[in-house]
């Protein structure tokens, strides 16, 4: 089983499920082969296929985290603590202040931060098929060393801020890895249409 998890936060993570739904329908997921669990949240935006929950009870997700061969989740503290204390492959996806996804960019900070430590992290669809070709089980030893070092990020970039700029919030890579996902984002209509 393949599970998929936003978290409870009040902000949609509409382009997570919209690379899903991209993921489904050039059959990298297939929920015809394998069962796909999405864990929506506050999504309105809702991929084809796969069983959808807007929220599992706390026994209901751990049993979904056990049954699960993989795991795709948002970049939450919460998430990595639990899926840090797991057996199996995962993936992180941060969400981003840019996209309105959260208040801030805490979890792109901190994924870099995972990402020192061999954490897979997805910032574009073609990092989730890397990932699910290949799923690789990561151990991280202290993962509040992890927190502290995204704090120290998060603070340092405040502390140095611009007047913030939407499209130029993240360092050099990253912001270009953004602007490839937003004109990703625009095109998924058409590859729907053209399917």
């Given at each position: ?6 978290g409870t936060e009040k902000f949609p993570f509409n382009r997570l499920l919209q690379w899903i739904d991209y993921l489904i329908q050039q ?102 098929v890397r990932f699910l070709t290949n799923p690789v089980h990561v ?57």
């Amino acid at each position: 089983m393949i599970l998929i998890t936003v978290g409870t936060e009040k902000f949609p993570f509409n382009r997570l499920l919209q690379w899903i739904d991209y993921l489904i329908q050039q059959q990298f997921i297939n929920p015809q082969q394998e069962k796909v669990l999405i864990q929506y949240g506050s999504c309105t935006f809702l991929p084809q296929g796969g069983e959808k929950y807007q929220v599992l009870v706390e026994a209901d997700f751990k049993t979904m985290l056990d049954q699960a061969r993989l795991i795709i989740s948002h970049c939450g503290e919460g998430s990595f603590d639990i899926l840090a204390k797991l057996n199996k492959p995962f993936i992180l996806v941060p969400r981003s202040h840019g996209f309105d996804e959260h208040v801030d960019d805490h979890q792109v900070e901190l994924a870099q931060a995972l990402a020192e430590k061999g954490v897979p992290i997805a910032y574009t669809p073609g990092d989730l098929v890397r990932f699910l070709t290949n799923p690789v089980h990561v151990v991280v030893p202290a993962p509040s060393h992890c927190y502290a070092q995204a704090s120290q990020w998060l603070t340092q970039t405040a502390q140095t801020a611009q007047p913030p700029r939407r499209s130029s919030v993240y360092p050099g890579w990253i912001n270009a890895v953004v602007e490839f996902a937003k004109g990703l984002a625009r095109r998924l209509p058409d590859f729907a249409q053209e399917g």
